[in-house]
């Protein structure tokens, strides 16, 4: 063989083993997250922040695992039926290995539920909505029955946040063994590899996960809190992917070939409350500034009236750039207790002015309305938004926004006429808003804890007996016919639920989750 | 000499226990941080018990007292959020802040000195002219949307440096740095370059004006009469004339960069205290916060006393005011 042709024979090897180099090492390529939030610690048993739930939900599994629109679906445990009103029976997934080789079985469970009231500093959320119960009997290895108190229709998705150590730990461990990786062993699609604080995670896939191959052998988080720099980062290709995109920014990225946007409706709702509690709301005067001699937010007429001032469709498409739902409810469609007859309330300034005036308020009144400027997309100007639709039919709005941390220790004190909030449903369901923002406070009982302003004694009793009832099918109809009332009685005004968004460069497929979680195992390489 | 350093030391003491009850009270009137650290879900019970554990069922004078009695032992308390001791989460940080604070001066100095001389030595040429109009750029323009311009035009634009974080740490002589190694390199320019463009301003203006007045003065005439080579004039007679203020600013601006790195660190998500800092006044972390307000006074102080002690040096007439005074 002549030279030349060796020369070129070796060239053409040397090409194919590149190439095939080159596609190992595609396929094994690591994936790299730009994430805004960093986890406060890897202790699943110490928070139950849902920024942090979702970094859980890498490392470890819970019995019961939500999907993507947060519906209970199974996860350690492979089925479960009720036995009856305060018995809950499990199977467990069998052949599961924990990350450092040990077998899981019921008696980690056990552990796991011993483990989490007992945690130094732990916030004893998880703890307090397991809290009903009141035994675990373990059958055999792979069965479990849970027994509660009382009839408690809550746990099979409070179940979902509680995930399952390995019962190696043993009593001592801390969540400083968590957060620096010694203890962050679970049997969850990926396995804890380093966290560098401020700057990253890295996590490496389970091969063994019962749930299948994620499609990255390695994962980076890195934390960008800043939006615009989220955003840079993935233009300039320093990270595959970016959750909670700004709205704003993503008719720009959508005409960038080399990214995909990906979005779904957030669990997140956002509501406008008005105090109809007080004798006088904070903030609320005629249009001089001078005390009212009532607080106009007790009639339930001028509370339509506010509704039916406001325009949810224009808010969503101008102020949202469309990234946006107008809310029918207090939640989103498709969540266990939605109730499909509800509409959104009709836009109709006409109807407002007559509402006022019936109410005896035919020249309006002043009121200020509190909300914060960097908690939920674009809040202050949806707040602004709000105000000018009010002036519309008469009513003169004072927008009063600050910094969350500022505005919320104000809520808690109960510090505001009217005001904004937003609503995470992170149960999947109606339980949480109805438990926590609907019901009459009720400090002993846990009931109306983000309720400063609002009592309704017909709706209490309904929201109590749903959460009583273990029926699927009968406690959401319940659910649903509190829908009704709330939005009937309009002291809580649902004005529209956020977006999840997050983008790729192009060639990831990534199914976003509805409470907002930012999941690695839910990114897939497009097969071409 | 050592009377001015103990007194020194003393202020700082005095400063520290200032500014400790300062940032107290101040977050204090903010709110309570607890309703920013769970879950809205939870009820009042456990909210209770959050606040107990974390000792904020106290009364404010309580809690500053029992601050610190700890603070007597070394102890700064523990973050409200992260329950991670408060000392150890800034100085697990604090070296990425002082990498890139002295990448940053460093960038001013080599850039502003010889700009500022040159600018100086040749008033009213288009250098001059020149380095006057971007140095009010330096000072002007928010240090924010220069960082997202650098970011756009280098990262994304061109792709030639990487748009965010700190790069691989490597180690020299048992110190650990990112300025070590060349990935780590191409991470710190760009954060680097936007913090420094404001003391590079500083630096080059401050270098100008000495130089101006310096060229006027009998020594430099006398020196350029005797026939003194010019480079040697200017980087010998006046850069040492006018060094004495050059060195306060720098040391000075050296203390604001790592106190002020907070946009920087933010646009860039520079693993640093910065960028710590904003995330705990978010949360109201009061802990975080005391502790890294404590902190940056005690470099204040340090670096303070180190400016006054190389003046010593440079300039023989504080030498002897020293000195005399000691006496």
């Given at each position: 063989m002549p030279a030349q042709a060796w020369l070129r024979s070796i060239v053409r090897w040397a090409l194919t083993a590149t190439a095939i180099a080159w596609f190992a090492v595609g396929q094994a390529q690591p994936l790299t997250i730009g994430t805004m939030v960093e986890p406060k610690?890897?202790?699943?048993?110490?928070t139950a922040l849902s920024s942090d739930l979702s970094y859980y939900r890498h490392v470890f599994d819970s019995l019961v695992m939500p999907d993507d629109r947060l519906r209970p679906r199974p996860g350690l445990a492979e089925s479960w039926k009720v036995v009856s009103d305060t018995v809950y029976e499990f199977k467990l997934r069998r052949g599961v290995r924990f990350h450092d080789g040990a077998t899981f079985d019921a008696q980690d469970v056990v552990y796991t539920l011993e483990r989490l009231p007992k945690v130094p500093n732990g916030d004893g959320l998880t703890a307090g909505k397991l809290k009903p119960i009141s035994r675990v009997e373990v059958v055999d290895p792979y069965t479990i029955r849970i027994h509660t108190s009382k009839p408690d229709s809550g746990i099979l998705r409070a179940l979902g946040q509680l995930f399952i150590l390995p019962k190696g730990l043993g009593p001592n461990v801390t969540s400083d063994d968590f957060s620096s990786g010694k203890a962050a062993i679970g049997t969850g699609p990926f396995r804890f590899v380093s966290w560098k604080r401020s700057d990253n995670m890295q996590l490496a896939r389970n091969d063994a996960w019962w749930g299948g191959k994620p499609d990255f052998t390695k994962v980076t988080f890195r934390f960008i809190p800043n939006s615009a720099s989220r955003v840079a980062a993935l233009q300039a290709g320093d990270v595959d992917m970016i959750d909670f995109v700004p709205p704003l920014d993503v008719p720009r990225l959508s005409r960038d070939p080399k990214i995909s946007i990906f979005k779904a409706a957030a669990a997140r709702v956002i509501y406008l409350e008005l105090d109809t509690l007080r004798d006088v709301a904070p903030g609320v005067t005629d249009l001089t500034g001078k005390p009212l001699d009532r607080n106009p937010f007790k009639d339930v007429r001028v509370r339509r009236a506010i509704s039916h001032a406001i325009d949810r469709k224009l808010i969503v498409s101008r102020v949202l750039e469309g990234m946006g739902e107008p809310a029918t409810q207090l939640m989103p469609q498709g969540?266990?207790?939605?109730?499909?007859?509800?509409?959104?309330?009709a836009f109709d300034p006409a109807l407002s002015r007559k509402l006022l005036a019936e109410a005896g308020y035919p020249e309006g009144f002043a009121m200020t309305l509190g909300c914060t400027n960097?908690?939920?997309?674009?809040d202050t100007s949806f707040c602004q938004a709000i105000g000018q639709m009010l002036a519309r039919v008469g009513i003169k709005v004072a927008v009063d926004a600050m910094p969350g941390n500022v505005y919320f220790p104000k809520f808690n004190q109960a510090a505001f006429g009217a005001y904004i909030l937003g609503w995470g449903n992170s149960s999947g369901d109606a339980s949480s808003v109805l438990t926590s923002v609907v019901h009459s406070p009720d400090r002993a009982a846990g009931r109306g804890s983000w309720n400063h302003n609002y009592s309704n004694t017909t709706l209490d009793a309904l929201i109590d007996e749903a959460l009583g009832t273990v029926d699927e099918t009968r406690r959401e109809a319940l659910y649903a016919k509190a829908m009704a009332k709330v939005m009937e009685d309009a002291a809580i005004i649902p004005l529209h639920a956020q977006l999840v968004i997050v983008a790729t460069r192009k060639g990831l497929v990534y199914t976003p989750a509805a409470d907002e979680a930012t999941l690695a195992h839910n990114v897939r390489a497009r097969k071409n | 000499m050592v009377k001015l350093i103990v007194g020194r030391i003393l202020q700082g003491f005095g400063v520290l226990a200032a500014v400790s009850l300062i940032a107290f009270v101040g977050i204090y009137a903010i709110g309570d941080p607890t309703s920013l650290l769970i879950?809205?879900?939870?009820?009042q019970h456990e909210v209770e018990q959050v606040r107990r554990n974390l000792g904020l069922d106290q009364p404010l004078w309580r809690q500053y007292v029992l601050f610190v009695r700890s603070l007597a032992a070394g102890d700064f308390g523990r973050s409200f959020a992260t329950h991670e001791p408060a000392m150890r989460m800034i100085l697990e940080r604090l070296p990425a802040t002082l990498e890139l604070a002295l990448a940053a001066i460093t960038l001013a100095i080599v850039v502003g000195i010889p700009a500022g001389l040159a600018a100086g030595t040749h008033p009213g040429s288009r250098l001059d002219r020149i380095v006057m109009t971007v140095s009010i750029l330096g000072f002007s323009l928010p240090t924010f949307w220069v960082g997202l311009m650098l970011i756009l035009v280098f990262a994304v634009n061109l792709g030639w440096l990487p748009s965010f974080g700190r790069g691989e740490v490597g180690s020299w002589l048992g110190i650990h740095s990112s300025l070590f190694t060349l990935d780590g390199l191409r991470h710190i320019l760009l954060p680097a370059l936007n913090l420094a463009l404001f003391p590079m301003a500083l630096v080059a203006r401050l270098t100008r004006s000495g130089a101006r007045e310096a060229l006027q003065l009998d020594f430099v005439r006398f020196a350029r009469a005797k026939g003194v080579a010019e480079h040697r004039v200017v980087f010998v007679h006046i850069l040492k004339y006018i060094a004495v203020p050059i060195v306060t600013m720098i040391g000075m601006q050296l203390g604001l960069l790592v106190a002020f790195a907070i946009v920087t660190e933010s646009v860039f998500s520079w693993p640093g205290t910065g960028k710590l800092l904003i995330e705990s006044i978010g949360r109201l972390d009061r802990p975080v916060v005391v502790a890294y307000l404590l902190v940056i006074v005690s470099i204040f102080v340090v670096l303070n006393l180190l400016t006054d002690l190389v003046y010593l040096v440079l300039d023989p007439r504080v030498r002897f005011a020293a000195a005399s005074q000691s006496e």
């Open positions: 610690s890897m202790d699943p048993q110490l969540f266990g207790g939605y109730n499909d007859s509800l509409k959104v309330p960097d908690r939920y997309v674009n | 879950d809205p879900q939870s009820t």
